[in-house]
């Protein structure tokens, strides 16, 4: 598995890999938003002390937690907390949302 200095380069690399979820920007007016594609809109994404916007929206949690794990470094058996609550791996982000990946209390280092 490649490692990224950068998370913005495994981003780029995703993009031309076609495997970004959302698809190149559209060109728009300056009063046309578009809320998915829109880079100030991204969904705050956090495991642990990393923490980034992505353009993540309408994703489940499961393709999420797939796309951003080299990125964050997400644990498989991190827990996916939406607004602070917990959520099922099918629930769909919504712009609004800030979504956190936690280990439950008493789980640090356990293997």
């Known amino acids: 598995m490649e ?14 890999q076609h495997y970004w979820p959302i698809g ?14 829109d880079s100030d809109l991204g969904i705050q994404v956090s495991c642990g002390i990393s923490s980034a916007s992505f353009q993540v929206a309408g994703q489940d949690i499961n393709s999420t937690r797939n796309l951003l794990t080299p990125v964050l470094n997400i644990e498989p058996d991190a827990v996916a907390l939406v607004n602070g609550k917990e959520v099922k791996s099918d629930y769909i982000l919504k712009i609004s949302d800030r979504l956190e990946f936690v280990k439950r209390a008493g789980e640090k280092g356990r293997d």
């Open 3 to 16: 490692t990224f200095q950068d998370p913005q380069e495994h981003i780029e690399q995703q993009k031309k």
């Open 24 to 37: 190149k920007p559209k060109k728009k007016k300056s009063n046309d938003a578009d809320p998915i594609l």
